[in-house]
């Protein structure tokens, strides 16, 4: 007989067989991998922002010894570039080149995680509701498009929810034991989450504001074991870390007094006015973050979390494990919405925890939607079925993640991928001097690393006199250069150069995508080569 969904008061009691959860999270796993691998599978280039964790992977490959220099000069933790030397390390071979190897090496070891997360996610829901409610919401956060997609895209957002939903679920336990082994171990995997992102730390103060609620209950001893348990768990993993960058992250937007690089952030994202200030810039900050945070649960999963949340009012309110990713979720709205007001723009994966959470309560509230559809005199009788809601639910999201799915990712950027050998070849036939002359201008950044000239570091210009040849990487839209949503004062540069050559360069375009009609081009890859400047007081 097919068990029906319920919402018990307690926490999911121990299955009376070993194999209860084992089939579930069998399934789950298979599920998950095979989203990650479609996903991977159909990516023509990788995200822009995967270029410059690739680097960063590099630059740790050396010795142990150089590593303080180059945390210092980052402005992300090393968790997630550490995981992509790893899986470099065991992946790497001598029959492609490198950035043929290390970007993939990144997708590996984002999408790894997105499955991993299978297990903690399933072991959360199953204490806050019960093994059902773990098992559909764990579906439903695989089959989100944006979760699958930037969970395997080569970004830091598999590993930073992996550890982030590992903190959670031994959290969640340690509220209910009372044991402050639970919580240490929460400090723990919140510090581990922390070295992929800042925002990591949300988990352990959350953990921390939760303890103190209940200090009149749990009493002032237990409160304090607790809260040392975190902070003693939090030290041990983040701690270096923060000792050796002289303070708590690199990040000019969650740092104190220093303003954040204007209007340049990365794509999937919404922007904010360029104009707006004071009361009008929070206001419209929190209107971008909620449309955001609506592609981030697939509009339908996130309208099911608010009313899941709604219907388990009573619930929250009685039983503080409730309260730890509620917590968490208030914390990540309140960091997305700083930086968007301070950086100008919000982005739908930067709200993935707030969906992650959001899908719990979606599959949480599912039963209410049963005994209230159940009861319709007309139609009540097709929910005789206690799966039929839940089925319905996962199958709109899937029908809804199909059109997404059947795209290749970045399809729109494989000009900008191929463009890079061109480049490649294009330096090669230069003379010596010319090789020592050159600059490119490339604000997407995908070609000039697939040309190998950008591997390890962007190369610094060469002083002004000796500039040779320019090449400027320029995407179009009705033959003219288009301005992209977020724009770069480099960019403006490379637009000058196309538009308004210097007297006496001559243009060449060296590769233009799709192949066919350069008026109907969609990305160029155009050769500037510069006159040759002769010296003060000769002919």
């Known amino acids: ?29 298979a599920v998950a991998a095979v989203v990650h691998w479609w996903v991977v599978v159909n990516t023509s280039v990788t995200a822009r922002d995967s270029i410059g964790f690739a680097r960063y992977a590099l630059a ?8 303080p220099e180059v945390l210092r000069g980052e402005a992300h933790p090393p968790g997630y570039p550490l995981s992509i030397l790893a899986v470099h390390t065991l992946v790497r071979t001598n029959t492609r080149s490198l950035e043929e190897q290390i970007l993939p090496a990144a997708q590996v070891a984002s999408s790894l995680a997105g499955v991993l997360i299978v297990f903690p996610m399933y072991r959360l829901g199953r204490r806050l509701f019960d093994r059902w409610t773990g098992f559909w919401a764990t579906l439903l956060l695989q089959f989100l498009p944006v979760f699958a997609r930037d969970t395997a895209d080569g970004l830091s957002e598999g590993p930073f929810l992996l550890c982030a939903a590992a903190a959670l679920s031994a959290g969640v336990q340690a509220i209910d034991r009372r044991r402050w082994g639970g919580f240490l171990a929460c400090g723990l995997l919140s510090g ?23 200090a009149g209950q749990i009493g002032v001893g237990r409160t304090v074991a607790g809260i040392l348990a975190v902070a003693i768990g939090f030290a041990m993993v983040g701690g270096p870390y923060m000792a050796i960058i002289g303070g708590f992250t690199n ?59 709604a219907v388990s009012v009573g619930r929250v309110y009685r039983e503080p494990r409730f309260w730890l990713p509620l917590l968490y979720a208030a914390g990540q709205l309140g960091v997305v919405l700083v930086v968007g007001f301070k950086k100008g723009y919000v982005s739908e994966r930067h709200l993935l925890p707030v969906a992650l959470v959001g899908v719990l309560f979606a599959a949480g509230g599912l039963p209410a939607w049963y005994r209230l559809w159940a009861k319709l005199p007309a139609i009540g009788w097709i929910f005789a079925w206690p799966w039929f809601p839940t089925l319905g639910c996962v199958g709109l999201v899937v029908a809804g993640a ?35 002359g050159v600059v490119v201008l490339d604000h997407y950044q995908w070609c000039q690393f697939f040309s190998g000239r950008a591997t390890w570091s962007i190369p610094t210009d060469p002083d002004e006199a000796l500039q ?49 009609d350069e008026n109907q081009a969609r990305m160029k890859l155009v050769k500037i080569t510069l006159p040759v400047k002769k010296p003060a007081g000769k002919p």
């Open 1 to 29: 007989m097919v068990p029906r969904m319920t919402a018990p008061a307690a926490a999911d009691p121990l299955p009376p067989s070993p194999y209860a959860d084992v089939w579930r999270l069998a399934v789950l796993v």
């Open 60 to 67: 740790l490959s050396g010795s142990p010894s150089e590593w």
């Open 192 to 214: 581990l989450a922390y070295l992929v992102r800042p925002e990591g730390a949300l988990v352990g103060v959350a953990a921390v504001v939760v303890l103190l609620a209940r």
């Open 251 to 309: 990040k000019p937007a969650l740092r104190p007094g220093v303003e954040a690089e204007a209007a340049r952030g990365p794509l999937f994202a919404e922007s904010l006015s360029a104009t707006s200030a004071g009361a009008e810039r929070v206001m419209e900050a929190a209107a971008v973050t909620g449309k955001e945070w609506l592609k981030a649960g697939h509009y339908g999963v996130a309208v099911f979390a608010l009313i899941g949340l």
């Open 402 to 436: 199909l059109p997404i799915w059947s795209t290749r990712l970045h399809d729109d950027r494989l000009g900008h991928k191929i463009a890079g050998e061109k480049l490649r070849a294009a330096e090669a036939a230069l003379t010596p001097e010319q090789k020592a």
């Open 468 to 516: 040779r040849v320019v090449f400027v990487v320029l995407e179009f839209k009705d033959g003219q250069p288009e301005k992209p949503g977020f724009d770069s004062e480099r960019h403006q540069v490379a637009i000058g150069y196309y538009q308004n050559p210097p007297e006496g360069a001559t243009r060449e375009t060296v590769y233009f995508h799709p192949p066919g």
